[in-house]
């Protein structure tokens, strides 16, 4: 049988998850994201569907590790090769049902795991619009980029920005 990709990161019995820190009545999450046409079209309130080969929504917990997959994964493999880095905030009791998943550095590499079949839910719990807080663009890419709202031209109106109703 072939070891699944976490047994290539992790030794048989190793420690995967770690418990949850003490919060307060929201937790801050961050994603790099490739998807922001559709978080757009859903007002900057919700997350899209996954796609049947993504069955699970994966948030991290730091702006680090989000920067890490933005400018490290999506900014060279995507096409267009660019990564977006956004922030929201999630309803505590709703993001601490899922277990801080560990995918590599304990303190750096960590994960929420939502399977896509409770994405409805955990939106429902998003407080607050996504915020996109940086963006990474890959050799080749060719569009502009807002600097200052790290939007593509032509995603949002002129003016306005993600969380402000046109």
Known sequence: MTPDWLDTLFPP???RTVPWPPVGDT???YTGLQELRLVAERGWRAWPPRLPDQPIFY???NA????EIARDWNAKRNDPP???VTAFEVQA???????IQVVGAQDRHQELWVPAEELDTFNAAIIGPIRVLAHFAGAGYSGHIDPETHLPEGL??????PGVTP
Do not use: I
Not at 93 to 99: D, I, L, M, S
């Open 27 to 29: 937790v801050t999450l």
């Open 64 to 67: 680090e590790y989000a920067e």
């Open 156 to 161: 949002w109106p002129v003016g306005h920005k």
């Open 13 to 15: 019995k190793a420690e």
């Open 82 to 84: 660019v990564g977006f």
């Open 93 to 99: 009791e709703v993001a601490t049902r899922y277990e």
């Open 59 to 61: 948030p991290v917990l």
